[in-house]
């Protein structure tokens, strides 16, 4: 199974690529939506693995059970980037409207998912409490 280290990285990865894509941002920005949501999907897999210790999201069904139950600050925001990378693969003609969705949901789920390091005790805060959950201090 792939494990945290390798959802770290295909983070990266798949975010860069889709840098990538932007560098043409009229022809690829259907592949610009997909792979921002391969990285979220990651980000995911990596804080379920790193978090709550859950080392096997089996398909994307399993995965939106989890965002639902364990990430709901992120639950809307990741359904609207799953359809949307859908819709990119399956559907519609994505835009440059849709593009701009995808990475504003993008940064948020980022942002959520993304440790806090404490800069009192430099603990690494996988869950975004707003309290360093070492020493206390307000993040
Ligand atoms: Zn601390």
Known sequence: MPNFAWHDGKKIHDFETS???????????????????????HYVDSY???????????????????VNSLLPQI???????????????????????ELTKAKSCYAQIK?????VICPKCGFK??????????CGTTL
Request: one cysteine or more; hydrophobic letters at 40%.
């Open 75 to 97: 639950n809307r925001i990741y359904l609207v980037l799953y359809y949307l990378s859908r819709d990119s693969r399956y559907n519609l003609s994505i835009g440059a409207p």
């Open 48 to 66: 379920l693995s790193n978090a709550f210790s859950i080392d096997f999201v089996a398909n994307h069904d399993d995965r939106k059970r989890w």
């Open 125 to 134: 805060n996988l869950k975004n409490t707003g309290k360093c959950e070492t």
């Open 19 to 41: 840098t990538f894509l932007g560098t043409n941002p009229i022809k690829f920005c259907d592949w610009e939506v997909i792979t921002l949501f391969y990285s979220a999907l």
């Open 111 to 115: 942002q959520v998912l993304t440790p």
